[in-house]
């Protein structure tokens, strides 16, 4: 089955005392809020013509589930990757707000 998880809203809430770590945080999380309210328009039109089903936490996905992921801060969420990857049997990834490509994503 292919199912849809939009997960950029879950980034690390600010919580760390460092002063650059937590101003990351803060703009990641900012970030994540912005994709999941304004880029599911143009997501959702690119994915018109795919039957899908939309869950809201990767507690929903069953082995061999086929997962699209609208997602940011990527490099943040090795963990959640890696869990995934043993899980699915593929994995779609919208990768929104690195437009430059500043992150280190091999990993991921």
């Known amino acids: 089955m292919i199912k849809l998880f939009w997960n950029t809203q879950n980034q ?4 760390s005392k ?5 101003e990351k945080q803060e703009l990641d999380y900012g970030w994540g809020e912005y994709h999941k309210k304004s880029s599911d328009k143009w997501i959702y039109e690119i994915l018109k013509k795919i039957q899908y089903s939309v869950i809201t936490n990767e ?3 069953e082995k061999d589930d086929i997962l699209i992921i609208v997602d ?3 490099e943040e969420k090795n963990e959640l990757y890696n869990k995934l990857n043993l899980i699915c049997s593929k994995i779609f990834l919208f990768h929104l707000g690195d437009e430059f490509g500043f992150r280190d994503l091999s990993s991921i």
């Open 12 to 15: 690390k809430k600010p919580n």
């Open 72 to 74: 940011s801060s990527v």
């Open 59 to 61: 507690k929903n996905i």
């Open 18 to 22: 460092e002063k650059k770590i937590k």
